[in-house]
């Protein structure tokens, strides 16, 4: 899953590392949700994560996760569904393109299920 970059070059991942606090974390989650960049999200609440591996996750730090990846799957998943209906269509060359397009995207969806675990 390819993250986003800042103006001025920085990852998402670096601005988590700089950000430090669990709480700084929550409130940038939260920010990504808002503007709906939930690949993003993904890699905000996997920092929060790393971050208090040594203490149970609050609800609110749960929900956060849990609507980052529901919101990534839930694309992939969708994506997937009109793939399907591409390969069951009358035209063989559009089914064959589907039919790449699908396991790339099944490699992408067994990739971000096995973050999540």
């Known amino acids: 899953m390819a993250s986003s970059a800042f ?6 991942q670096a601005v988590c590392d700089k ?6 974390l929550v409130n940038f989650s939260k920010v990504c ?15 929060l994560a790393a971050k208090t591996s040594d203490r149970p996750m609050t609800v609110e730090e749960r929900n956060l996760f849990s609507v980052a990846f529901k919101n990534v ?3 992939l998943r969708a994506s997937w569904r009109v793939l ?8 063989p ?12 995207l099944e490699v992408e969806l067994r990739d971000t299920c096995r973050e999540l675990l």
Do not use: F, H, T
């Open 19 to 24: 950000l430090g606090s669990p709480e700084n």
């Open 84 to 91: 399907d209906s591409v390969r069951a269509g009358s035209d």
């Open 33 to 47: 949700e808002a503007a709906e960049r939930y690949e993003d999200m993904v890699v905000v609440v996997k920092a």
């Open 7 to 12: 103006s001025g070059g920085e990852s998402i």
């Open 73 to 75: 799957v839930g694309a």
């Open 93 to 104: 060359d559009e089914a064959k393109c589907a039919d790449g397009a699908q396991a790339e």
